[in-house]
T-cell receptor, first 108, second 116 residues
Framework: RKEVEQDPGPFNVPEGATVAFNCTYS??????FFWYRQDCRKEPKLLMS???SGNEDGRFTAQLNRASQYISLLIRDSKLSDSATYLC?????????FGSGTKLNVKP | EAGVAQSPRYKIIEKRQSVAFWCNPI?????LYWYQQILGQGPKLLIQ????????DSQLPKDRFSAERLKGVDSTLKIQPAKLEDSAVYLC??????????????FGDGTRLSIL
């Protein structure tokens, strides 16, 4: 079983839509959680950390459910510029485990 | 704050040749990572250093790949001899190094390697 699993998508949504991605992880002792964004042919860039109480950054909301071992990312009012691959990352004792990414296409 | 620096950005070599990549992490970051990312997949860890010591190299193909971080700062990754399946982007990342404190990794631009 993979450490981190994500739906590869693609998710094709119109501008202004709300879209949500989930990511499951296998190690219940995992300590930190992150969402990264990766544009085509670019390096992954930190989008946001995921805190136990959930957190929001503008149009982006991240949630952590330890009991069910998943994290989620919600994007409201999608913009064309949100089109990218979203990588779920789980940290355990300073080792980072990556999902294979969920591709989002936002269309006019 | 300067980010993670990598060079070269692109490299094209023939199979069986050798190649080396360089990475300079963010100042003060104790942990340095090398990843291989094949198109359509998430990054795969090759090796992780804590200062100048190796923490994890379980997925490094040691018959052809080697890496060092002699002074605990910058690092080199070498492939010798290269195979066609080594065509990928090689990403270097660094983190402050304290587990469980929510310290994320920061990535360099990567080196895109093509094997002919």
């Amino acid at each position: 079983r993979k450490e981190v699993e994500q739906d590869p998508g693609p998710f094709n949504v119109p501008e202004g839509a709300t879209v949500a991605f989930n990511c499951t992880y296998s190690n219940s002792a995992s300590q930190s959680f992150f969402w990264y964004r990766q544009d085509c042919r670019k390096e992954p860039k930190l989008l946001m950390s995921v805190y136990s109480s959930g957190n929001e950054d503008g149009r982006f909301t991240a949630q952590l459910n330890r009991a069910s071992q998943y994290i989620s990312l919600l994007i409201r009012d999608s913009k064309l510029s949100d089109s990218a691959t979203y990588l779920c990352v789980v940290e355990n004792f300073n080792k980072f485990y990556f999902g294979s990414g969920t591709k989002l296409n936002v269309k006019p | 704050e300067a980010g993670v620096a990598q060079s070269p950005r692109y490299k094209i070599i023939e199979k069986r040749q050798s190649v080396a990549f360089w990475c300079n992490p963010i100042s003060g970051h104790a942990t340095l990572y090398w990843y291989q990312q094949i198109l359509g997949q998430g990054p795969k860890l090759l090796i992780q250093f804590q200062n100048n010591g190796v923490v994890d190299d379980s997925q490094l193909p040691k018959d052809r790949f080697s890496a060092e971080r002699l002074k605990g700062v910058d690092s080199t990754l070498k492939i010798q001899p290269a195979k066609l399946e080594d065509s990928a982007v090689y990403l270097c990342a660094s983190s402050f190094g304290l587990s469980g404190e929510g310290q994320p990794q920061h990535f360099g631009d990567g080196t895109r390697l093509s094997i002919l």
